[in-house]
């Protein structure tokens, strides 16, 4: 299916590889090495602040897909998340299956190859640690399901379970899953859901820019 859509992308040069960018559909993307995820992982994890990333992640994903949304002019929440999901895949982030989906409430979906865990092989994790997957995943679900979301990974193959396992839900669905207190100790949501709220309502193209570095100065001074 993947293959599929990157195929028909390109025949209809809707994503173009040309004068040293990657462009799809007037959305410019670029290739993000697994080392680079991982590193920035461990940056994140060594200095206490895997929430910071998890926020920047948030942040990715919620932008990338409200992109592609209006690039593609997708209409449902069907066309969206399915794109989406291509997306990730195509981009190198892991092979995704979708296990439940229910439009405006929450999506549970695993990762049955992890580029990220050769990185991780001589480090002790006791906690799911796919935090970027997590963070962009639950910023792009937000245009799924219309509404703030969130993601727990509740397995993860970096701490040596079989495949990573990740919800992402609106607050009263992880609630009644019985999850959201994971994510809201896991990434301290006593900080960033005032952050998430104004992105969530005020952010367009004009005002990227200054909603940017208004959350790079506010994650500056946590």
């Not at 990157?6 to 993000?32: C, D, P, R, S």
């Not at 209409?75 to 399915?82: A, L, P």
């Not at 999506?107 to 190859?113: G, I, N, P, R």
């Not at 993601?151 to 495949?163: A, H, Q, R, Y």
Request: glycine share 6%; aromatic share 14%; charged share 25%.
């Amino acid at each position: 299916m993947v293959m599929g859509l990157l195929a028909k992308l390109l025949m209809t040069k809707q994503l173009k590889f040309e004068n040293g960018v990657i462009e799809l559909k007037g959305t410019y993307l670029t290739l993000l090495p697994s080392f680079f995820v991982a590193e920035l992982t461990k940056y994140y994890m060594k200095e206490n602040n895997l929430y910071k990333f998890y926020m920047l992640s948030w942040y990715w994903g919620f932008v990338l897909v409200r992109s592609v949304v209006h690039s593609f002019n997708l209409k449902t929440q069907d066309q969206i998340y399915s794109l989406g999901m291509d997306l990730a895949e195509a981009m190198g982030l892991g092979l995704y299956k979708t296990h439940d989906y229910y439009p405006g409430k929450y999506t549970h979906f695993v990762v049955k190859t992890n580029p990220i865990t050769k990185y991780f092989k001589d480090e002790k994790i006791m906690e799911p640690l796919d935090i970027f997957v997590a963070g962009s995943m639950a910023g792009g679900g937000c245009l799924v399901h219309n509404k703030l979301c969130q993601n727990v990974e509740t397995s993860c193959m970096i701490k040596g379970d079989p495949v990573c396992d990740f919800i992402t839900g609106t607050e009263e669905e992880l609630k009644s899953r019985g999850v959201w207190d994971v994510a809201y100790k896991r990434y301290k949501l006593d900080k960033l859901l005032p952050l998430q709220n104004k992105i969530f309502i005020e952010f367009n193209e004009e005002n990227e820019a200054e909603l940017s570095s208004y959350i790079i100065d506010k994650l500056n001074k946590m």
